[in-house]
């Protein structure tokens, strides 16, 4: 992305796929691609550098819009302070029921540790239903039980997604939400997270 500075200012922005005029004289796109970066500030025209400094992951954060500014030289696209996402839910107010909106104190839009905690429910249900047979059968035959290894297989997905709710419901702040789900990687090559993973499916 290009800009035109004149006299002090951003008047115009060019993505730099085709011709532009300035004044009375036309330039062919390859003044984006072939001239140099002082060759076309000559003629006011600046590839534009995006600062992304304060530009957070949009899982958690909403970001602001990009602002532009023309200063020492060159002209740089900044974001603002982004916004933490709501952590919590969000109710209906008694206000909210008095204008047909909903019922006051139930859930008006989900906050983050409800997301989560959804999704991850809904990854243990999945992980237990391939399993599931097992159990049916054990109660429609009764010579049959299950695999034990199925048996603690299941167990400890349920108590990991019990866990996974835990520290989720701990999380002080979206920061902290944010640390608790980011990958990083560890001294011996691996790639972890604070929030641990599912047990390993049985076969």
Known sequence: MFALVESG?????????????????QYSKSIFSLWSESDRNAIGIYTVEIDSTNKKDEEYY????????????????SYGTATAKQIADTLFTAQDETDGLGTEGEVKDKGLKTIYKEKFNTQAYSLLSKT????????????????????????????????????????????????????????????????????????
């Open 132 to 203: 599931d047979w097992y159990v049916t059968k054990a109660t429609e035959v009764s010579s049959y039980s299950v695999p034990s290894n199925v048996s603690t297989y299941r167990t400890n997905v349920r108590t990991k997604v019990n866990e996974m709710e835990t520290s989720i419901d701990n999380c002080s702040d979206v920061a902290a939400l944010e640390t608790l789900m980011t990958y990083v990687k560890n001294e011996d090559g691996s790639i972890t997270r604070p929030l641990g993973e599912f047990p390993t499916e049985v076969v």
């Open 9 to 25: 200012s951003i008047t115009k922005y060019f993505a730099g796929n085709k011709g532009i005029v300035i004044g009375d004289t």
């Open 62 to 77: 909403i970001n602001t819009n990009v602002t532009y500014a023309f200063a020492d030289n060159k002209v740089t696209g």
